[in-house]
């Protein structure tokens, strides 16, 4: 079945860009997704991209596909506080669901 | 309302208890869905329905029984539970199936 892996923890200073890094094994996924999990609350979609893009904008969130080595990133430009939360990179590979990885818990220090 | 619901947001139960999580979606979706989401592993699918028609169980132990009577409320009941079962359980809704998700803010399950 899908894999999907993300690091668990990334630590930035206020204003500085973040990087989130994923990596999945099913080349036939379609739609690639990056969520946002607030404290106590359920997932918030931020982001997405189909896979004949390589890239895209919105704002300060950049999304970065890689197909031949099947890595997607979220870069957040000028990274703030309220932007801690864990971020989660999910796929979809044509099953009735999406395949989430773990999670990634971005700690904001201001 | 707007979004996806979920009721109680909370909720602290006994092993012997029989209650019931709610979900409901004001997005006109056709397809709706149980997560669990604990420490110990990252989100799991329980239960998928699409056009109230249950089309995926994940293995899922019989202590849980999902029902959507309708494409817009979907209740998760819980009955004998362990507390292993503790975790938020996340509730979405989608377009198509399984298109982009939308999901509710969870309830908070503790079993005692």
């Known amino acids: 079945g899908e894999d999907v892996e993300q690091s668990l923890f990334l630590s930035v200073r206020e204003g500085d860009s973040s990087v989130i890094n994923c990596t999945y094994t099913d080349s036939s996924s379609t739609y690639l997704y990056w969520y946002k999990q607030e404290p106590g609350a359920g997932l918030q979609l931020l982001t997405y991209i189909f896979s004949n893009m390589d890239m895209k904008q919105d704002q300060r969130l950049t999304v970065l596909l890689n197909k031949k080595d099947k890595h997607l990133s979220l870069r957040i430009a000028d990274t703030q506080t309220g932007d801690s939360a864990i971020y989660f990179c999910a796929v979809n590979t044509g099953r009735r669901a999406l395949t989430f990885g773990s999670g990634t818990r971005l700690q904001v220090q201001p | 309302e707007t979004g996806v619901t979920q009721t109680p947001r909370h909720l602290v139960m006994g092993m012997t208890n029989k209650k019931s999580l709610k979900c409901e979606q004001h997005l006109g979706h056709n397809a709706m869905y149980w997560y669990k989401q604990s420490a110990k592993k990252p989100l799991e699918l329980m239960f998928v329905?699409?056009?109230?028609?249950?089309?995926e169980n994940n293995s899922v132990p019989s202590r849980f029984s999902p029902e959507c009577p309708n494409s817009s409320h979907l209740f998760l009941h819980l009955h004998t539970l362990q507390p292993e079962d503790s975790a938020l359980y996340l509730c979405?809704?989608?377009?198509?199936?399984?298109?982009?998700?939308?999901f509710g803010p969870g309830t908070r399950l503790t079993v005692l």
């Open positions: 979405a809704s989608s377009q198509a199936g399984y298109n982009e998700q939308f």
């Open positions: 329905y699409s056009l109230e028609e249950r089309v």
